[in-house]
């Protein structure tokens, strides 16, 4: 009787571990599309506040430059991985913070990513 009382108490315990960590995991992903989802919101909102202030400026003022990038996606049945949404984040914060990195960021993402040669 003891023994099956501890074989059932080491069989609960480990399943609880498993279950922690699916926990944990779900956890981890619904911070990182968060994280993307704040991202994208600050990056147009950035370039809505450019485009109005280009918009105000006179001829005899400097003009604001600025690039606008666009992130290739292509659209499957399921969302993205973690380690796409990484990516994705890591160069929303790039052309956030106007990197001069964004250019070399994309081609990466594009040649690993969207057109991988192998």
Request: hydrophobic share 35%.
């Amino acid at each position: 009787m003891v023994e099956e009382l501890n074989t059932e108490i080491n069989v609960r315990s480990a399943l609880l571990v498993q279950e922690y960590s699916h926990r944990d995991d779900i956890r981890y992903e619904r911070e990182l599309k968060n994280t993307f989802i704040s991202l994208c919101d600050k990056v147009m909102k950035k370039q809505k506040a450019k485009k109005k202030r280009k918009g105000k400026l006179t001829e005899t003022a400097t003009s604001i430059t600025g690039t606008t990038y666009v992130i290739p996606y292509q659209l499957c049945q399921m969302p993205p991985s973690i380690d796409l949404l990484l990516v994705y984040i890591r160069i929303l914060k790039a052309i956030y913070e106007d990197s001069p990195s964004v250019p070399a960021m994309l081609t990466e993402y594009i040649l690993k990513v969207v057109c991988p040669t192998t």
